[in-house]
């Protein structure tokens, strides 16, 4: 199938290691922030959302990091499967009034078993 | 439940020609958005709209580019005269309401010009 990404930014790590993966986002005003998964040929999948009157929202297996202070949103994935290999993606939105995401750079996560 | 549907899912066109991507978003779902997504770069807004109405078309590349939403679900997107540079991924997503609440994205049509 296609491949999505095929400049990005990689991470590599070994399968039941924990993956940070960062992004930076760009408006102060940003009020809300979700992280994406996007796998070859496929959509972008919603993983996690974190709005911006919180610093920490953990899911499964996944916990979200936002630092207003300095622009910064990470994404924790503990226990990586193989499964977990994939394109990811944070997005943005500019906060009250806008409605649209804006999808930062993604990160190209890849699990070896 | 279904998810976000797109047809084709593939579409080859010879530029000059008029093209037509169809989404069906998930059912009761107000807001509908368009992306366009470039080989390794992420999705890129196209357009929003709220239940039929087009509230933002601000990231239309030209006026080549047309979406509607006539009855506030399916939509069409419509690119006319297709160019090579508007080979791309286009993603449509929906969501329950606008800003705030999660996009839920198809898998998108891939359009080639050549």
């Known amino acids: 199938g296609e491949s999505v990404g095929l400049h990005l930014p990689t991470l590599s790590v070994q399968e039941g290691d924990n993956s940070i993966i960062n992004c930076a986002y760009s408006?102060?005003?940003?009020?809300?922030f979700i992280w994406y998964k996007q796998e070859s040929g496929k959509g972008p999948q919603f993983i996690i959302d974190?709005?911006?009157?919180?610093d920490k929202r953990q899911g499964q297996r996944v916990t979200v990091l936002l630092n207003k202070t300095v622009k910064h949103l990470s994404l924790q994935i503990a226990a990586t499967q193989p499964g977990d290999s994939a394109v990811y993606f944070c997005?943005?939105?500019?906060?009250?009034?806008?409605?649209?995401?804006?999808f930062g750079t993604g990160t190209r996560l890849l699990v070896s078993p | 439940g279904a998810g976000v549907s797109q047809s084709p899912r593939y579409k080859v066109a010879k530029r000059g020609q008029d093209v037509a991507l169809r989404c069906d978003p998930i059912?009761?779902?107000?807001?509908l958005f368009w992306y366009q997504q470039a080989l390794g770069q992420g999705p890129e807004f196209l357009t929003y709209?709220?239940?039929?109405?087009?509230?933002?078309k601000s990231g239309l590349p030209s006026d080549r580019f047309f979406a509607e939403r006539p009855e506030g679900s399916v939509s069409t997107l419509k690119i006319q005269r297709t160019q090579k540079e508007d080979s791309a991924v286009y993603l449509c997503?929906?969501?329950?309401?606008?800003?705030?609440?999660?996009?839920?994205f198809g898998n998108g049509t891939r359009l080639t010009v050549t």
């Open positions: 408006n102060s005003a940003s009020d809300y």
């Open positions: 997503a929906s969501s329950v309401q606008g800003g705030g609440s999660p996009l839920h």
């Open positions: 709209f709220q239940n039929e109405a087009q509230l933002d």
């Open positions: 997005a943005e939105k500019g906060g009250t009034g806008f409605q649209k995401l804006v």
């Open positions: 974190i709005r911006s009157n919180m």
């Open positions: 059912s009761g779902h107000v807001s």
